[in-house]
């Protein structure tokens, strides 16, 4: 009989490539990794992994095997929400990952809203961007996750978890306050403008110069941050224009002017992600409904 959890090694190390990332996530040693996966192949009879020097690569056996273990991993993940589910009761734990816009927006309403409902349900909450929030539910470090996705940005789909998308935003120029401009403001309006990005957010860097591109230009970035903060202090200041997603922009905007930008038309879809068969545990059932409920009480 497999060992699940060496299953799960396995499918984490086909999807981060190392020894060492794959200890990191999911709170292994890499000896002790290394020692989990020669067991596999011993139970196994066959070699699993080929050095590629700091890196490994997989036999066809091996990727065989994370074929299977994605439905093995649901079907137990499954089997243990049902058995919780006899308890007739919602507590425990439930984890959740939370990009910082959502975290600020409603997570702590839901959160709140989920405390008065069930007083047995202690909720752990952490900040992780999106591609981190992913690989911490499928390793198991985290039961749900927020996550966002521009429509000029799709992500590939993951088959160790299942993507629920519970609002879009619109993407909105940041102007400041005395300039007279439209209620939808073509982007390539703004092509002559000098423009505050992103620093380290590289997804939405991207997506500024994707669409600036499809607009017809190259934006200028005279001024980077990491902190939305400062973006629309510097937009207020009058040295330049952005881009922000609506959650982030709308607490920020009382010193300048938003604005729906067209031609591209531009949206984030932020989304609840489980791990595949985790979502009818009951903690993680209540803690997700809480959530969706929470998603109305954001200003648009």
Partial sequence: MLEPRRLRLLRELASRGTIAATAEACGYTPSGVSQQLALLEREVRMPLLVR?????????????????AERVLAALEAAEAALAGLAGSVSGTARLAAFPTAAAAFVPSAI??????????????????????????????????LVYEYDLL??????????????????????????????????????DEAWIAPHSDTALRAVLERACGVAGFAPAIDYASDDYTVIVALVAAGLGVSLLPELAAE?????????????????????????????????VAALARCLREAVPDVPT
Avoid: K, M
């Fill in 112 to 145: 709140a809203r989920c405390r008065a409902e069930h007083p047995d349900l202690r909720v752990v909450l952490t900040e992780e961007e999106t591609d981190g929030a992913v690989l911490a539910v499928r390793s198991g470090r985290i039961d749900l996750a």
């Fill in 52 to 68: 590629e020097g700091r890196r490994v690569a997989l036999t066809e056996a091996a990727r065989v095997l994370v074929g299977h």
């Fill in 251 to 283: 607490p920020l905007s009382a010193d300048v002017q938003l604005r729906p930008v067209a031609d591209p038309e531009l949206t984030r879809t932020v989304s609840l992600v489980t791990r595949a068969g985790r979502g009818a545990h009951p903690a």
């Fill in 154 to 191: 799709p992500r590939l789909a993951d088959p160790g978890v299942t993507v629920e998308p519970l609002l879009t935003e619109p993407l909105l120029a940041v102007l400041p306050a005395g300039r007279a401009a439209p209620d939808r403001l073509p982007l390539a309006s703004l092509a």
